[in-house]
């Protein structure tokens, strides 16, 4: 099978027990960058030296065949350098391989930057969205916030400390500069820092310059108060497109907060009136 592998973000201490096991019994191990793996693998003090693959961004479509057919003959452990692969990291394709050709996979859970970042950014953890990293491009960079910018769930994002200040004049200039936010650098290691506030001021803070590994989370756009009337017509719309009226009635109450049987009973109302 294929086994994917979370390994430490920063500490080495939260590699699991799990993990260690895998690596120790490991035959075959595809990893994101196999130094990083070898590295890994000394400090954990294990003594196996498994067969390592490179398995990366640039060469994770080609190889998907390759390491799903060693799978067929015994457990490949698949790791990226921090935390879950798949997650912004190589391994979807490799998965996505496996499924179409009914080879089983399976996972070692442990570290995330995303949830760690989401638990402790002080916003909301009921509902989230992962956005990976924000576009290079400015144009591309600018339509991709804009096309957030009423999104009611929290947002989390990656970025790098080159780019991590001008991002976040960028998200300042799309969702508002007032809207909370929280970044999350260095996390689980030694200089690890949460800074929240408004986006504008987390803007201006960043701009001397921001060193390490940064996750940014935003919070979720406030409901957009809309007249009755407007809501029920969206709701009606939804459903023309076939999405159940409970369902339909369900996302505009949340998009526009209004209450969900009250949008119900009136979208119901109009269409059978």
């Not at 399976?106 to 953890?125: D, E, F, H, K, N």
């Not at 960028?170 to 689980?188: I, K, N, S, W, Y």
Request: charged letters at 25%; one cysteine or more; proline letters at 5%.
């Amino acid at each position: 099978m294929i086994i994917l592998a979370a390994t430490p973000i920063g500490n080495l201490g939260d590699a699991s027990r799990r993990l260690v096991e895998a690596l120790d019994a490991a035959t075959v191990v595809a990893a994101e960058d196999t130094r990083t793996a070898q590295r890994l693998i000394a400090a954990l003090g294990i003594e196996n030296r498994p067969r390592l693959l490179a398995l990366h961004d640039h060469n994770e479509k080609d190889r998907a065949p390759e390491i799903v057919a060693l799978a067929r003959e015994g457990d490949v452990l698949l790791l990226s350098d921090a935390g879950m692969p798949t997650v912004s990291d190589p391994g979807y394709g490799v998965v996505a391989e496996a499924a179409a050709q009914g080879v089983e996979v399976t996972a070692i859970p442990g570290p995330s930057a995303v949830i760690t970042a989401l638990a402790v950014a002080g916003l909301p953890t009921d509902r989230f969205t992962f956005e990976g990293f924000v576009a290079r491009k400015p144009a591309e960079r600018e339509n991709s916030l804009r096309a957030l910018a009423t999104e009611p769930r929290t947002m989390v994002f990656f970025e790098a400390p080159s780019r991590i200040a001008q991002t976040l004049h960028d998200m300042a200039g799309a969702f508002g500069a007032d809207r909370p936010a929280a970044v999350c650098r260095e996390l689980t290691k030694l200089h690890e820092e949460v800074r929240r506030g408004p986006l504008g001021e987390l803007a201006d803070w960043a701009d001397p310059g921001v060193r390490g590994e940064i996750v940014v989370v935003v919070g979720g756009a406030a409901p957009q108060r809309i007249a009755l009337s407007d809501a029920v017509t969206e709701v009606l719309e939804l459903t023309r497109t076939g999405v159940r009226m409970k369902d339909a009635a369900a996302d505009v109450a949340e998009a526009t907060g209004h209450s969900r049987r009250e949008l119900y009973q009136a979208a119901l109302a109009v269409k059978n009136g």
